[in-house]
């Protein structure tokens, strides 16, 4: 594992464990077992490395969505696979996920706003696919897209405060239920 993955793993469980703002720089790269210095190298702040821990996640599933989006399966298809990516995809980096959601308020107003427009970006991707089966006459165009869109990732975004990994429902299972409630909620009756 190279020095900057060490880190951003080392990172990612103490922030999970601890949260970010009890975690010293010190902790982290004992934790990783490299110097401050191999650390200050690879990442200006204890911030930088937060906004790593969660840029890796999204540009992993915005390469995911972008696939999904471009293929030529049906709409209603492809939304729910983006859905049951974005969970699952989710829980397997849930220290991460977690990490960011109860962090993102920490970190400077500059990275802040970078992270946000990231993360919109992927939003609107996403809301593109509800837009898309509006126009083909496939979903509700009843409720706008972005309420659905908001309505979907605010529910996403609290798995954190209740899902359990070790828990009786399988990062697979959880996705296929929010894929399907969300399908339902849109789908033409």
């Given amino acids: 594992m190279t020095v900057p993955e060490r880190l951003i793993d080392a990172a990612t469980r103490l922030f999970a464990d601890k949260g970010f703002d009890r975690v010293a720089v010190q902790e982290i790269v004992q934790s990783a077992g490299v110097t401050k210095g191999a650390m200050y190298h690879y990442f200006g702040s204890k911030d930088d490395l937060l906004h790593e821990i969660y840029g890796r996640v999204l540009r992993m599933q915005t390469e995911r ?49 970078e992270v946000r427009a990231e993360r919109r970006r992927y939003h609107e991707k996403f809301r593109s696919l509800i ?10 165009a009843d409720v706008p897209a972005d309420l659905t869109t908001h309505y979907f990732f605010g ?24 894929a399907d409630l969300l399908l339902a909620s849109v789908t033409k009756a």
């Fill in 131 to 140: 837009e898309e089966g509006q126009s083909a006459g496939v979903f509700r």
């Fill in 65 to 113: 969505l972008e696939k999904v989006s471009a293929d030529s399966a049906p709409i209603a298809d492809r939304l729910h696979a983006a859905a049951t990516d974005v969970i699952v995809t989710s829980v397997e980096n849930f220290d991460a996920a977690k990490v960011f959601f109860r962090s993102i308020d920490s970190l400077a107003e500059e990275t802040r706003r």
């Fill in 155 to 178: 529910s996403v975004h609290h798995l954190g405060t209740w899902y359990r990994t070790d828990g009786p429902v399988s990062a697979r299972q959880l996705a296929d239920y929010y």
